[in-house]
Structures are given as structure tokens and as C-alpha cells.
């Protein structure tokens, strides 16, 4: 297949003129035109589109979790790879930053693929069989696309390339989506735990264990964890009813005490005993208690608390 539009034959000549070096929802970007020409040899990429309805670049960081082709009704498969680009325009070059291939049927292609992406990367297609790479061609805008001859030196390679004007679109377009914690996983449908980059799967959920002991003037709670985490302990304690008309029975805090605990590590939390608490026991008969409520809370990363209750009784007259 070749195209009518004097494309291949301008890009071709051009590029002989410059010397060859060994190119936060998800939302789409690239041309959801139809291919329906061809031309070999090439990497073809959109610098501007004005009638195209999606960006041409990508419009924030994030990972491309997939791109898909549209071909016309055709008895044939075109293989080709995807060239995500970083166009220098003062030095008029492109970085090569992904790539992927895949075989392109007649209709909409997707395939799968996981790739990081900056704010203004372009999408590129390179034919790596005899038919070439995918073009659309009669385009209803005047479109400003970018080339360079055969596929490029590899990721992380530049290549000088060219500019032409034409109506003619390259059929490729991909869905990005944010990526918050930069581990190039797409936050949407890659990454079950999106606030921390060392986990890709769900984020766990902490498991935290605490005991506690009576201490002179204090209360010890030692905590563990399943994952490392910040632990918060606090505790309250009702006091006995005071005299007089007083209806209901007052309560004392202990001031909580937050502290990181690591996975597997017993870490000492120690509560002071309030005045009102201390006053209470030493005026409470022998044999008589107070009950301390004691609460250890754990947050993982993505903000899940989990809590484990105690209770710890503190005889009177102490």
C-alpha cells in the first residue's frame, strides 16, 4: 500500500539531508484515525493535529497502560511497534522512551503494555514488515508530522528527524494514567497500592498486637506489627463517682503516644498515670480496681487503621 500524498517521497528526501546517529483519571492521547495507507521504512509520528480531537502529546506524567491501532477492513496483519517519543524541537530530535509491538488486524487493536511517559511525549509507529508503517490518509486538517528512516537505535537513543505538512494521521493513540508513587505501575488497573512504590499489589493491612503492665506511676504497652507502620497507643480509664450530687463518674486520659514501629519488632510505649487517675487509686479501698481501656492503632499506607483493645486493671490503695 502506498499513499497519494507526496509524504513518503518528502520525508525520504529530507531525511538524506540529515545524518543518522547509530527517537489524575486515565485519559487518552494520540489519533484514533483509521489506517488505511501505508509506507515503509519509516517512523512516523504527530507533532500537531488541529482537527484531532485527543492531545497528540501526553498531557501530564503517568504510564501508558495500553495503545491500540485502527486499521481499515483489510485481509492483512500489520506488524508494528509502538515508539514513544521525546521531541527536542530546538535540536529537532527524538528520544526513544518505549516501545512495544504487536500485530495489527483489521479494526481496533489494543494491546497491553507498561510504559512511563512525561508531559509532551509523542506517539510513533514504525512498520517492521514489508507493508510499512500505518497511515491515514485525506485527513480533514493539515497535520504537522515528524520522521526519521527505519526504527531507530533503540530506548534511549536520538535521532534527528523531519518535519512535513500534510493530511495524513498516524493511527495510534494509548490510555495513560497517573502514576502518584513513580514506580511506573498505572495507579488505575497496575497498581493495587498506588501510596507506596515498593508494593504493586494491595496495600497491606497492618496486623498490631499490644500487651500491657502495671508500672509505678505509669502504664508499659509493648506493640508489634506485621508491617512496619505508625502506631498510636492512648487509653482511658472511668473513675469511681465523687461525692456530693454528682451524677456520673468522671474520666481520666492517658496522653497518647505515637511512634514507628518496624515489622517484627517489639516497641515500648510508656503512659503516665494523670493526677485525677493516680489521686483515684490511692484513695480507693483495698481489693477495689480501675479498669484501663487501652487502644493501640496502626496505620498502613494507604491510610487503613487497624486497633487492638486491652485492658489492664489497677488495684486500689497503690
Do not use: H
Request: hydrophobic content about 40%; some cysteine.
Amino acid at each position: 500500500m502506498r499513499i497519494g500524498t507526496g509524504l513518503a517521497t518528502a520525508l525520504v528526501a529530507a531525511v538524506t539531508l540529515v545524518a543518522s546517529p547509530g527517537a489524575s483519571a486515565a485519559t487518552e492521547f494520540g489519533d484514533r484515525c483509521v489506517g488505511n495507507e501505508a509506507e515503509e521504512g519509516l517512523t512516523l509520528f504527530e507533532l500537531s493535529a488541529p482537527g484531532n480531537p485527543l492531545p497528540v502529546a501526553a498531557p501530564s506524567a503517568g504510564v501508558i497502560t495500553q495503545w491500540k491501532v485502527n486499521l481499515v477492513p483489510a485481509p492483512v496483519v500489520v506488524p508494528s511497534t509502538l515508539k514513544v517519543l521525546r521531541p527536542n524541537a530546538g535540536a529537532k530530535t527524538a528520544q526513544i522512551v518505549g516501545e512495544a509491538s504487536g500485530n495489527v488486524a483489521p479494526g481496533v487493536n489494543t494491546f497491553p503494555t507498561r510504559i512511563a511517559v512525561q508531559a509532551g511525549d509523542r506517539l510513533g509507529l514504525f512498520g517492521t514488515a514489508e507493508i510499512g508503517t500505518l497511515l491515514c490518509d485525506e485527513q480533514p486538517s493539515v497535520n504537522v508530522l515528524g520522521g526519521f528512516e527505519g526504527g531507530g537505535a533503540g530506548i534511549g537513543s536520538s535521532t534527528p528527524y523531519v518535519e512535513v505538512s500534510a493530511d495524513v494521521g498516524i493511527p495510534s493513540w494509548a490510555v495513560l494514567e497517573p502514576d502518584a508513587d513513580n514506580d511506573g505501575f498505572g495507579d488505575e488497573t497496575q497498581d493495587g497500592c498506588p501510596q507506596s512504590a515498593a508494593i504493586q499489589t494491595e496495600c497491606p493491612v497492618v496486623i498490631v498486637d499490644s500487651y500491657a503492665l502495671r508500672q509505678k506511676s505509669s502504664i508499659m504497652v509493648l506493640v508489634s506489627t506485621s508491617e512496619a507502620a505508625p502506631v498510636s497507643v492512648s487509653g482511658t480509664a472511668k473513675l469511681p463517682k465523687g461525692g456530693g450530687k454528682a451524677k456520673s463518674s468522671a474520666q481520666a486520659k492517658l496522653k497518647k503516644l505515637t511512634k514507628n514501629v518496624p515489622s517484627g519488632k517489639l516497641v515500648r510505649f510508656k503512659l503516665k498515670l494523670p493526677g485525677s487517675l493516680k489521686s483515684a487509686l490511692a484513695s480507693l479501698p483495698r481489693g477495689k480496681s480501675i479498669t484501663v481501656k487501652l487502644q493501640a492503632n496502626a496505620t498502613n499506607v494507604a491510610g487503613q487503621v487497624s486497633k487492638d483493645k486491652s485492658k489492664l486493671k489497677l488495684k486500689g490503695g497503690s
